[in-house]
Antibody, heavy 128, light 113 residues
């Protein structure tokens, strides 16, 4: 059974970079059938997709966060990671990682779809 | 970006009664080449991550009770719980995947009346 677990600092100072890692167990992150994604949820609010990465390195990012986000894969460790730079209090949220299915491929590019399963999430607070 | 608008924000339904949640997309999410609607539905219980219920607008995920069903096409979608159970108290979200820029609806909270 595939499991995902987020890890990283629970407290980040304003203007610094938030860094989280998702460790995948029970399956390979190199599978061509899946994307791997990050989604966040501010306290008491709804879900916001941050970005998704394919095992080959192809990435798609939320346009509103694109200038600050980097997602990358480490296939040797079966992990993928998120960097979010120049954080502010508005970035305080529970951050989830998830396995993303693909909705299909065009040429050499496959596209992300729904997420299943999700990690338990980790709360990151931005505060000095 | 495609905006997904859910309604109502919350609803209270008696046990055993039907709960209906609506989701409207700002543009069509029906891909005419395959006649598929690019919408998924999730359930999130307090303190838990979201759980996938439905994809392709109406395909129930394995293990999801058949009282949950998805319907709709184009820009208007519905998640129906045919007979509400106590364990269905949760927030429900729709999500499109018609473009690579994924977006979620704002969520609908379902409670027991």
């Amino acid at each position: 059974q595939l499991q995902l677990e987020e890890s990283g600092p629970g407290l980040v100072k304003p203007s610094e970079t938030l860094s989280l890692t998702c460790t995948v167990s029970g399956g390979s992150i190199s599978s061509s059938n899946y994307y791997w994604g990050w989604i966040r949820q501010p306290p008491g609010k709804g879900l916001e997709w941050i970005g998704s990465i394919y095992y080959s390195g192809t990435t798609f990012y939320n346009p509103s966060l694109k200038s600050r986000v980097t997602i990358f894969v480490d296939t040797s460790k079966n992990q993928f990671s998120l960097n979010l730079s120049s954080v502010t209090a508005a970035d305080t949220a529970v951050y989830y990682c998830g396995r993303g299915y693909t909705r299909g491929c065009g040429g050499s590019t496959c596209y992300p779809a729904w997420f299943d399963p999700w990690g338990q999430g980790t709360l990151v607070t931005v505060s000095s | 970006d495609i905006v997904m608008t859910q309604s109502p924000d919350s609803l209270a339904v008696s046990l055993g009664e039907r709960a209906t949640i609506n989701c409207k997309s700002s543009q069509t999410v029906l891909y005419s080449a395959n006649n598929r609607n690019y919408v998924a539905w999730y359930q999130q219980k307090p303190g838990q991550p979201p759980k996938l219920l439905i994809y392709w607008a109406s395909t129930r995920e394995s293990g999801v009770p058949d009282r949950f069903s998805g319907s709709g096409s184009g820009t208007d979608f519905t998640l129906t719980i045919s007979s509400l159970q106590a364990e269905d108290v949760a927030v429900y979200y729709c999500q499109h995947y018609y473009t690579p820029s994924l977006t979620f609806g704002g969520g609908t909270k379902v409670e027991i009346k």
